[in-house]
């Protein structure tokens, strides 16, 4: 069973800066694929950043230069560097992980961007 809390989310002026953060637990595994996604209302949720163990990454491309995923495997730990902070990314932006086929989701932390 893994454990997985989100924390950083917050309000935000537009062109701000937000940094989140998912720790990992319950698994001795650490070398799992790990995501962010984010859901909006009234929307899908949307697969935004994932990074792999050895720290390979790829990002939707609303994204692309403004944020960044990271690891810090000794710690279980994935962050999402959020930068120029636009309204449209305003959701509640939730942890992923895959482990033995199983699926695994943190509870969620919202991000407001608003003026």
């Known amino acids: 069973q893994v454990q997985l809390v989100e924390s950083g989310g917050g309000l935000v002026q537009p062109g701000g800066s937000l940094r989140l953060s998912c720790a990992a637990s319950?698994?001795?595994?650490?070398?799992?694929?790990m995501r962010w996604y984010r859901q909006a209302p009234g929307k899908q949720r949307e697969l935004v950043a994932t990074?792999?163990?050895?720290?390979?990454?790829t990002y939707v491309d609303s994204v692309k230069g403004r944020f960044t995923i990271s690891r810090d495997n000794a710690k279980n730990t994935i962050y999402l560097q959020m930068n120029s902070l636009e309204p449209e990314d305003t959701a509640v932006y939730y942890c992923h992980a895959r482990v033995d086929l199983t699926n695994y989701w943190g509870q969620g932390t919202q991000v407001t961007v608003s003026s």
């Open positions: 990074i792999s163990r050895g720290g390979s990454t």
């Open positions: 319950g698994s001795r595994r650490n070398d799992y694929i």
